[in-house]
């Protein structure tokens, strides 16, 4: 079993930045590969971006292409999403999540592929 726990969200005025955090445990954690998604008011839970195992590999979605930038610290269990150039549209909660199976490229951009779920940290972008 693996607990995720997100932290780092929080009121930004567009324009701004935020680091999101998340800090996993119960299972050797470079045995996951992990992603961050989000879901804004009345909308489905959307991929944001992902990253493989050892962190060499990461995928993002177009929205957020050149602003967010997904990293990961095996050595302190935790993955990270820096945020920059925030806008009203990056408004949501943001869940990370994390998948043990060996995963194609596609795979990654995937809600059903993650099979642990944070409790999600709401990020709410002030215009």
């Known amino acids: 079993q693996v607990q995720l726990v997100e932290s780092g969200g929080g009121l930004v005025q567009a324009g701004g930045s935020l680091r999101l955090s998340c800090a996993a445990s119960?299972?050797?954690?470079?045995?996951?590969?992990m992603g961050w998604f989000r879901q804004a008011p009345g909308k489905e839970r959307e991929f944001v971006a992902a990253?493989?195992?050892?962190?060499?590999?990461?995928y993002y979605t177009d929205s957020v292409k050149g602003r967010f930038t997904i990293s990961r610290d095996n050595a302190k269990n935790t993955v990270y999403l820096l945020m920059n150039s925030l806008n009203a549209e990056d408004t949501a909660v943001y869940y990370c999540a994390g998948s043990q199976a060996y995963l194609a490229w596609s795979d990654y951009y995937t809600r059903r592929t993650y099979n642990y779920w944070g409790q999600g940290t709401q990020v709410t972008v002030s215009s």
């Open positions: 119960g299972r050797t954690f470079s045995s996951l590969a």
């Open positions: 990253i493989t195992r050892s962190g060499g590999t990461t």
